[in-house]
């Protein structure tokens, strides 16, 4: 499986905007690049996903670089409910698997 | 509220009991897993289904053993377990295997051996 790296770690301060980087230089034509988030106490939360084309919606937005070796998870504005794990994810086609990786825990400051 | 369940949410077993957990969704998903999550380390992936049959075993201990009657549950039976498999079980369901579709999970089941 393709690997993914986060940073550990990001701050941010609350109704700013914050910017996930993924790094996943291994990349494949047919996977597909998703995002989830766990907040504390619960299980992963699915947030988006995208293969070629930037993607837009209620929750965030994810900018895909053109090679396709990284990828950006933008929250346009931070509240203090997106403190969380947040998990860069690579999904092949045609596999069952979905494998997480360690992420970056998001904090948020008020 | 994501359209998976799992009960119980909580359990304290003994290494001599055999229990076991529940996972429901009624969202017309055809795969299902099963993970674990440790004190400080990422989810580990355990066991997928697809069409009610069983398509990965990632070396989990037989001790651990799942079970899939139809497309809408799926059981994780525990039984003689250790104190180091006390964890976060989490289940969590998608349309198919795709890679274009996303996972939904539940709340978990924390577990705790002793």
């Known amino acids: 499986d393709a690997k993914t790296t986060q940073p550990n770690s990001m701050e941010s301060n609350e109704e700013e905007p914050v910017h996930l980087p993924c790094n996943h230089s291994?990349?494949?034509?047919?996977?597909?690049i998703h995002w989830y988030r766990q907040l504390p106490s619960q299980g992963p939360e699915y947030v988006i996903h995208?293969?070629?084309s930037n993607v837009n919606n209620r929750m965030a937005s994810l900018a895909i670089a053109e090679d396709r070796k990284s990828s950006t998870l933008i929250l346009h504005r931070a509240t203090l409910r997106d403190a969380a794990v947040y998990y860069c994810?690579?999904?092949?086609?045609?596999?069952?698997?979905?494998?997480f990786g360690t992420g970056t825990r998001l904090q948020v400051f008020p | 509220e994501t359209g998976v369940t799992q009960t119980p949410r909580h359990l304290v077993m003994g290494m001599t009991n055999k229990k076991s957990l529940k996972c429901e969704q009624h969202?017309?998903?055809?795969?299902m897993y099963w993970y674990k999550q440790s004190a400080k380390k990422p989810l580990e992936l355990m066991f997928v289904?697809?069409?009610?049959?069983?398509?990965e075993n990632n070396s989990v201990p037989s001790r651990f053993s799942p079970e899939c009657p139809n497309s809408s549950h799926l059981f994780l039976h525990l039984h003689t377990l250790q104190p180091e498999d006390s964890a976060l079980y989490l289940c969590?369901?998608?349309?198919?295997?795709?890679?274009?579709?996303?996972?939904?999970f539940g709340q978990g089941t924390r577990l705790t051996v002793v």
């Open positions: 969202l017309g998903h055809n795969a």
């Open positions: 995208g293969l070629t």
């Open positions: 289904y697809s069409l009610e049959e069983r398509v």
């Open positions: 291994t990349i494949s034509g047919t996977d597909y």
């Open positions: 994810i690579l999904r092949a086609i045609n596999t069952d698997k979905l494998i």
């Open positions: 969590a369901s998608s349309q198919d295997q795709s890679g274009a579709t996303e996972a939904f």
